[in-house]
């Protein structure tokens, strides 16, 4: 993981794509075997009876990923703000999520270098989760 | 031009939109807007933070064994447990917005207080869950010197699965 400094981002970069594939066992373990959550998360006709097409992802694995996703694209120094997501649809285990992002802003902010991004996840090129993150930036001088 | 409604029609249609608007969210479920909730203990606990990091391949050496900080998505592991003051409208929901700030990074073991609220409820007619109930909770977490650490706001969208599937058909 390399190291990005505040003066070298421009607004409309763009992260690498990566590509994760989730299914109903890491959803399972990402909550823990013995922690209760959705079922929905480890049984396909439980989710099909949400409405989903078989076992849902958890939304909180998919954020967790975005997270993971912007923290690799800052570097170490960087320091994450925030994350703000919107669910636009359920995505079903074993079907492949393409994670991407581009800066859509930069600012100082209460004397932090905040960098803004864009990120998504794509479900057969549609977008399913799309959000803004805030990672604050160390500055080279 | 569409042919002119006849009284029977607009009846017809009155009726289907009074049944459509009439609200599913009372007094008692807007009452809890606001309301914060007593703050609640919570760990965070090194084998939420080492297992939810090594599932989702987490490399990132701020994370690794013996730095004594946690990944900041270890706040899912406070996520799944029901809000006792949220009001369940309808029987079955789905995560559809969700917000996390960080004012600092965790540490490993550190014991936080959590106060929750209820943040918003609304309802929305149409779309892929019908007449659905979006309920939006806040949570913050503070240190033991009372020092703000992060929160999360979360809106789950509530729905009847077989008035969406009656919907859709």
Do not use: C
Not at chain 1, 54 to 79: C, E, N, R
Not at chain 1, 86 to 105: E, F, K, N, Q
Not at chain 2, 40 to 61: F, L, Y
């Amino acid at each position: 993981m390399s190291q990005r400094y505040f003066e070298d981002v421009k607004i409309d970069d763009e992260l690498d794509p990566i590509e994760k594939l989730p299914t109903a066992d890491l959803a399972t373990d990402f909550f823990g075997r013995d922690n209760p959550t959705n079922p929905a998360f480890a049984d396909a006709e439980a989710g099909k009876r949400l409405g989903v097409g078989g076992a849902l992802v958890p939304g909180m694995l998919k954020i967790a990923w975005m997270t993971q996703y912007v923290s690799d694209w800052a570097g170490p120094a960087a320091s994450l703000q925030g994350i703000r997501v919107a669910y636009r649809r359920p995505d079903v285990a074993d079907r492949p999520l393409t994670l991407s992002g581009r800066v859509v802003d930069k600012r100082e902010e209460a004397g932090k270098h905040i960098v803004e991004l864009e990120v998504a996840t794509l479900a057969g090129g549609e977008p399913s989760v799309r959000g803004n993150v805030q990672v604050e930036l160390p500055k080279r001088s | 031009m569409s042919p002119a409604a006849t009284p029977d029609m607009l009846r017809l249609r009155g009726d289907s939109v009074s049944e459509e608007l009439q609200s599913l969210i009372t007094d008692a479920h807007r009452a809890t807007i606001g309301v914060k909730s007593e703050p609640v203990t919570v760990t965070i606990r090194e084998e939420d933070a080492r297992r939810m990091r090594d599932v989702i391949g987490d490399k990132d050496a701020r994370y690794a064994d013996g730095t004594g900080i946690a990944p900041p998505y270890v706040i899912a592991a406070f996520g799944g447990r029901p809000n006792r003051m949220a009001p369940f409208v309808l029987p079955n929901g789905l995560l559809t917005q969700q917000e996390w700030k960080f004012t600092r990074p965790f540490r490993m073991g550190e014991k936080l207080q959590a106060v929750s609220q209820v943040f918003d409820i609304r309802e929305r007619l149409g779309g892929r869950y019908g007449h659905s109930v979006l309920l939006t909770t806040s949570t913050d977490y503070y240190d033991g010197d009372g020092n703000h650490v992060a929160a999360a706001l979360t809106t789950i969208t509530q729905f009847d699965p077989k008035r969406a599937q009656e919907k859709s058909e």
